[in-house]
């Protein structure tokens, strides 16, 4: 089995070792790319092609990972000249999906999302959906965990948009309730209580997504504005208005700081 | 012990079974009470007072649990007469407790709130605060759950209050992305992944408490409204404001209907 990578960052090079070490061959293409890619690929040791043509028309599947804003650009490029499966990897927007896999003359595309975190777990789970995504499940014969979650391109990056637009919700909730909390100085009692109906280890999960907030904020509020865009085709997101509008607070705030804070007391002791 | 109510619905009239199964005696008073009152306390089987001054004369320590619209008027006709302790079980903000116990000549006032049900759970768990809050959990060798929070009266409501923001606020959010996933036929994906980092009970959480917004929509926009004016204290809740937004919206959608909807499916697909 032939893998071919689009892009070769942290996802990439995370799945590509694990592909290889269960006796996938694994390629990619470094035209162009930066030299930060350059050495992740040359260190993971994985085959080098001189063009993208030539990783189309050797690999039986090419998996997309690159920066959302390049998703349609690397599909563009190599569009016309796969042979076997093109499955988009990137963390874009069905619709955004739907242009990039529009690119793939043959047609043999997947719609996927990682469900996790490349570098925090082993084995991240990732959603696949399309026609073609049993094909795509194939690779689960070398190590990987991905489940076929329906037929069409779109619904795979739906229900990752749709599980952040709850989870980042979540984060911009419980800055609010803690900053009004805070300035009562009840926030360990807030945190207490709500730990007694939303489970045992809720103060431990509340202040990691407060302070994942705070690290990966601009970042998060992009996510968040994409999002946005999505559910406007749906309904009325009065949610995840206001969770951007929280994160984009936020993240005004902490710019301002000389450093980023620690934790969600140091934010909120420090907010003007 | 004496202890006396004042109002005697379905908060009362389990607490009062409880204090007397331990061996207090209950008092209440039903001048001016519905029928409904009247029968409850005839059924619980507690003595009657002819009158709220022989009430305050008697009772050691005054419970008040009334409809929030009553909760100062309530106080007011009896405040130059309390002897012992005035304690405020009414679901009300801060601002409206402090209001209350400013009635009570004596100053021996408790802010108090319920954390739970008292149907559901057999023994509620309470919190307290103000200087005579440890005076009221002496009721705690009378069966009951009551854990001192703080010195200052309006701390417990404040908790309980932002715990309200942050659950409000989740089953919000549960509605919007859910709305969302079921026009695209995803629904039940985005409750199975969710599920993975958000616990394993999550799905029937997350739909028990649409089905309670849906079945409690007005009270529960109520509430909310509550949570607004207080939090608008100390910041522009623009997440509690969306919360709102979205329960007057799902409150105007099934007033619409001729029978409630009984999960959150049924209301999703009779939405106009």
């Known amino acids: 089995m032939k893998i071919g990578f689009i892009g070769f960052g942290e996802v990439a090079s995370t799945l590509a070792r694990s592909l290889k070490s269960e006796g996938a061959e694994v390629y990619t293409c470094l035209a ?15 085959n080098i092609c001189p063009s993208f043509h030539k990783l189309a028309d050797i690999s039986d599947i090419i998996l997309a990972a690159v920066v ?12 016309k000249h796969i042979k076997g499966l093109y499955v988009d990897l990137n963390n874009v927007s069905p619709s955004t999906v739907k242009e ?64 952040s637009a709850y989870t980042k919700g979540v984060s ?9 909390a805070y300035q009562m100085n009840i926030d360990d009692l807030v945190l207490k209580y709500l730990a007694k109906t939303e489970g045992p280890n809720f103060t431990e999960i509340a202040t990691s997504r407060i302070k994942n907030s705070i690290i990966h904020g601009e970042r998060r509020t992009q996510e968040v504005g994409e999002v ?28 301002s700081m000389e450093k980023k804070p620690d934790d969600y007391r140091e934010l909120f002791r420090k907010i003007k």
Chains 1, 2 share one sequence.
Do not use: H
């Open 228 to 255: 946005l865009n999505f559910l406007s085709e749906y309904e009325d997101p009065i949610m995840t208005q206001a969770t951007f509008d929280v994160f984009r607070l936020m993240v005004d705030q902490v710019s």
């Open 172 to 180: 911009a909730l419980l800055f609010e309730s803690l900053y009004a």
């Open 68 to 79: 959302p804003a390049q998703a349609v650009n690397a599909a563009k490029i190599i569009g």
């Open 100 to 163: 990039v896999l529009r690119q793939i003359s043959n047609g043999k595309t997947v719609d996927a999302a990682i469900m996790g975190s490349v570098t925090r777990e082993e084995n991240v789970p990732i959603i696949a959906s399309g026609k073609y995504a049993r094909d795509f499940a194939e690779l689960n014969n070398f190590g990987m965990k991905i489940e076929v979650v329906g037929q069409e391109i779109g619904q795979a990056s739906a229900v990752k948009m749709l599980r």
């Open 32 to 46: 162009g790319r930066s030299l930060k890619t350059v050495e992740l690929a040359q260190s993971s040791d994985v």
